[in-house]
């Protein structure tokens, strides 16, 4: 079982910069980011979920295309938390975040909301 907090959300001005967090706790497993790849997935009103960027247990990074080069998703072991930094954001950029641990199974956070608007 794992648990996942998000934090950091909130209103920005287009070109602004946020930093999302994610705090991950688990009953079994001192070191989550071990054990589960993690994620950050992104769902705008009336869309569906879709990924942002993702982590691997071996360090391998992805992004998708639209946030290249202004996101940047990292992990602090030692705090078991999971980062996103947010520049340049834009208005499309505007979700509901969430954080995801994934092994066997799916774990999800409560979401936290991003609005970019001048």
């Known amino acids: 079982q794992v648990q996942l907090v998000e934090s950091g959300g909130g209103l920005v001005q287009p070109g602004g910069s946020l930093r999302l967090s994610c705090r991950a706790s688990?009953?079994?497993?001192?070191?989550?980011?071990?054990?589960?790849?993690m994620g950050w997935y992104r769902q705008a009103p009336g869309k569906q979920r879709e990924l942002v960027a993702n982590?691997?247990?071996?360090?391998?990074?992805n992004y998708a295309d639209s946030v290249k080069g202004r996101f940047t998703i990292s992990r602090d072991s030692a705090k078991n938390t999971l980062y996103l930094q947010m520049n340049s954001l834009k208005p499309e950029d505007t979700a509901v975040y969430y954080c995801?641990?994934?092994?066997?199974?799916?774990?999800w956070g409560q979401g936290t909301q991003v609005t970019v608007s001048p």
């Open positions: 995801n641990a994934k092994s066997v199974y799916d774990y």
């Open positions: 982590i691997t247990r071996d360090d391998k990074l």
């Open positions: 688990s009953t079994i497993f001192t070191n989550i980011f071990v054990v589960y790849n």
